[in-house]
């Protein structure tokens, strides 16, 4: 039963800390998306990759966010320093190819105090 | 840009039809999806339709395609209380990686 995985599952942390979401894709699918959820804003985009590459992380605050794929069964979502803003659920998802449907994870929820 | 708008609530009784709608502004649109998102879950693919395509039934789910009005619809037949979820209405142009989508619609089902 193939899934992307996502760990961790919840986090709390305090503003200023470093955050680390995974994102582990389904093997084989070569495109990968990070979105955030919240009840504001809804679902947005935040950057994908296409073969480990980013192509679009136009939706990220560059200053203190940062997304990687050190390798095809690893994405990374950074954030340094965290702000209570950042508070959300933060989705990753991945396609067999990059005009397929996208198959989600179970998200990550993120607190910051 | 593209713009993609659904209602955010709609509450129906068990049994009955749930019908949830969906306006999108690309008509470049070439695909266009139906996902399910249950509490504490990730976003499910439900259904699609190509823009070439008026009607997609699946079981108790028919999809509607006016095109002409940019107007794309879910029915949800016999709706159960395992229907409760919010339900995202996506767009996508053929050249394009990347669906826009809506805000989500939170169906309620009640007794």
């Known amino acids: 039963d193939a899934r992307v995985t996502q760990t961790p599952r919840h986090k709390v942390t305090e503003m200023g800390q470093e955050v680390t979401m995974r994102c582990q894709p389904i093997?084989?699918?070569?495109?990968v998306f990070w979105y955030r959820q919240t009840m504001m804003q809804g679902l947005e985009l935040l950057a994908y990759f296409r073969n480990r590459a980013p192509l679009d992380d136009s939706g990220m605050p560059k200053d203190r966010f940062s997304a990687e794929m050190p390798d095809a069964t690893l994405a990374t979502l950074k954030i340094q320093p965290s702000e209570p803003r950042d508070s959300a659920v933060y989705f990753c998802?991945?396609?067999?190819?990059?005009?397929?449907?996208?198959?989600f994870g179970p998200g990550t929820r993120l607190t910051v105090l | 840009g593209e713009d993609v708008e659904q209602s955010l609530f709609l509450s129906v009784r068990e049994g009955d039809s749930s019908v949830i709608n969906c306006t999108y502004t690309d008509s470049s649109s070439t695909y266009l999806y139906w996902y399910k998102q249950e509490p504490g879950a990730g976003l499910q693919l439900l259904t699609y339709i190509f823009s070439n395509m008026d009607m997609k039934q699946d079981q108790r789910l028919t999809v509607l395609l006016n095109k002409k009005d940019k107007h794309l619809s879910l029915r949800i037949a016999d709706t159960q209380t395992g229907d409760s979820a919010i339900y995202f209405c996506?767009?996508?142009?053929?050249?394009?990686?990347?669906?826009?989508f809506g805000r989500g619609t939170s169906l309620i089902v009640h007794p």
């Open positions: 093997l084989g699918h070569n495109t």
């Open positions: 996506a767009e996508r142009e053929g050249g394009s990686y990347i669906p826009t």
């Open positions: 998802a991945s396609a067999p190819d990059s005009r397929n449907e996208q198959f």
